[in-house]
């Protein structure tokens, strides 16, 4: 629990982040050398049944079953570490933008405090809470302050399956930030990053390189398959792979009608949040940008670039990763999945 800061940065020259998603398990090893980082190893784990460590049904998974299942991962990909930087689910958290009056230094964090807890609807102590200020939006008069808070139910289970591995966890970070800075480098420009995962899927603004706001909508890739499903009365295992092979550019048709309800759900998800970011005095989205498995789905970027009139694309988790060439093949197929876990390994600076 202590020393959970879902803002502050680490430093060291092999870094290692663990994703424990709803339905996955991905880990990403990273060395780094001199001003280059490069892909040292990494490993992911898929469990239709699901085995996330907070929020949800997965919730009650036990302990010692995901205990079991990261130690195998660490093992098979040969990973030996003490030390490692774990996600934390967003549906897991409460994490709001709150206007405060400018005050001082000294006053800011109690200020702060005492205005979150009217969004966070279990006590203050029983949260692990940090904050920070976005600059670009406050003004001499008024603060706009980011502000997280996780159970501490939720942080307790991270640290009771590092304990079981003998891991020491550097720090917990909830997954927007992570994906955040694996596919969105400094820049002017006002992205959103949409991570579509399994079962949730998160959706964070980034302006200037930094998460300003973030949202988790209920829906995921086994969303999309589930209307497949049942719309077109075929197996699970058959409606899996036509989203994966043909997703909405299926030869008959059907697929597409089938897929657009769910997505315009996202959309409309997205369209809110990027009006309330305008209310709070930022700019405008210039583009957006895709993750998570869920995110390759054939013609996802091409019907949501239609339907907005912003310009979609897939991200590359690996802009800033330099990756072996044996690997290729095998990342091509893997690689937005391992956005999360990336993200955290490259929280690494000087």
Do not use: C
């Not at 090893?29 to 490993?43: P, Q």
């Not at 699970?236 to 550019?249: H, L, P, Q």
């Not at 657009?260 to 940008?289: A, C, F, H, N, S």
Request: glycine share 8%; charged share 25%.
């Amino acid at each position: 629990m202590s020393g959970m800061k879902l803002f502050s940065k680490t430093k060291s020259e092999r870094t290692v982040g663990i994703d424990v998603g709803t339905s996955a398990i991905k880990v990403a090893e990273l060395e780094w050398k001199g001003d280059s980082v490069f892909l040292s190893n990494y490993a992911q784990f898929s469990a239709k049944s699901g085995i996330s460590a907070g929020g949800g049904s997965p919730f009650g998974t036990l302990d010692s079953q995901i205990a079991t299942i990261l130690k195998d991962v660490l093992k098979t990909a040969n990973i030996n570490t003490n030390k490692a930087a774990v996600s934390v689910p967003v549906f897991s958290s409460f994490s709001t933008l709150i206007e405060i009056p400018a005050i001082g230094e000294d006053e800011l964090d109690k200020a702060i405090r005492y205005e979150a807890r009217k969004f966070i609807p279990i006590p203050m102590g029983e949260v692990q809470f940090d904050w920070a200020k976005i600059d670009h939006l406050s003004s001499d008069k008024t603060f706009k302050i980011l502000t997280a808070a996780v159970p501490h139910e939720i942080v307790n289970k991270y640290y009771r399956i590092a304990k079981m591995l003998n891991i020491e966890i550097t720090f917990l970070e909830l997954e927007t930030f992570s994906a955040a800075r694996s596919l969105v480098s400094t820049t002017p420009e006002v992205i959103l990053v949409l991570d579509i995962g399994g079962r949730t899927t998160n959706a964070g603004i980034i302006d200037g390189g930094m998460v300003v706001m973030h949202h988790n909508i209920d829906l995921g890739g086994t969303a999309f398959t589930r209307v497949l499903s049942r719309g077109m009365s075929i197996a699970t295992e058959r409606a899996e792979d036509i989203k994966r092979t043909e997703g909405f550019n299926a030869s008959n048709g059907q697929a597409s009608e089938l897929f657009q309800p769910t997505v315009d759900k996202v959309i409309l998800e997205m369209e809110q949040m990027m009006d309330d970011y305008m209310r709070e005095g930022g700019k405008k989205i210039t583009k957006i940008i895709l993750s998570g498995g869920g995110g390759k789905l054939i013609g996802l970027p091409e019907y949501m670039q239609k339907t907005l009139n912003i310009p979609v694309e897939l991200g590359n988790p690996f802009q800033l990763v330099k990756t072996p060439s044996k690997l290729g093949d095998v990342l091509k197929k893997n690689y937005l999945e391992l956005t999360t876990a990336i993200g955290l390994a490259l929280r690494n600076e000087e």
